[in-house]
């Protein structure tokens, strides 16, 4: 028995929507490398509200030895970390109004941390906007909360 294109494409239709129905909840379709960040987007929502709002008298702790590369095509923020140290529970701040808490970082710069938009929350349960068309709707500052203190993380467009 031979499907025909015109059987096949509702078929290839049910079983589209079968997949999104079973991510649905999720930051994205596909599960982060890290099982740590591997939350609901509820999960991801109620951490963030407990972070709020961001502690503007933290004392600044300059420039953190890492790296953020901002991707817009694939709404993802991509972290890496260039020190001799393990960031160990740190919260990423997106314009100082979006919050995600990441368990660990390694050291030395070998492993990247992708983290989706959708892992990023406000104080009012929103995510992180996929919709990028503004300047308000975009990344202008990346910090992160470390032991007290607050860093700026370099940002870069992704190629």
């Known amino acids: 028995m031979s499907l025909s294109r015109r059987s096949f494409q509702p078929l290839a239709l049910v079983v589209s ?24 987007s509820a999960q991801f929502a109620a951490d963030a509200a407990k972070r709020q709002p961001f502690n503007t008298a933290l ?23 260039l020190s001799n140290e393990d960031w ?16 660990r970082i390694p050291a030395g710069g070998e492993r990247v941390k992708t983290l989706n ?19 308000e709707r975009m990344i202008q500052q990346l910090e992160m909360v470390r032991g007290g203190q607050v860093y700026t993380i370099p940002l870069h467009l992704a190629d």
Request: hydrophobic share 40%; net charge positive; charged share 20%.
């Open 17 to 40: 929507f079968a997949t999104l129905a079973g991510c649905s909840g999720r930051p994205s379709l596909i599960p982060n490398s890290d099982p740590a960040l591997n939350k609901t």
């Open 59 to 81: 004392p600044s702790g300059g420039v953190a030895k890492g790296r953020a590369q901002v991707g817009y095509a694939l709404d993802t923020v991509q972290v890496v970390n």
């Open 88 to 103: 160990d529970n740190v919260e990423f701040w997106i314009n100082r109004k979006f919050v995600v808490f990441v368990p």
């Open 117 to 135: 938009f959708q892992m990023f929350f406000d104080d009012r349960g929103h995510y992180f906007p996929v919709d990028n068309r503004t300047p």
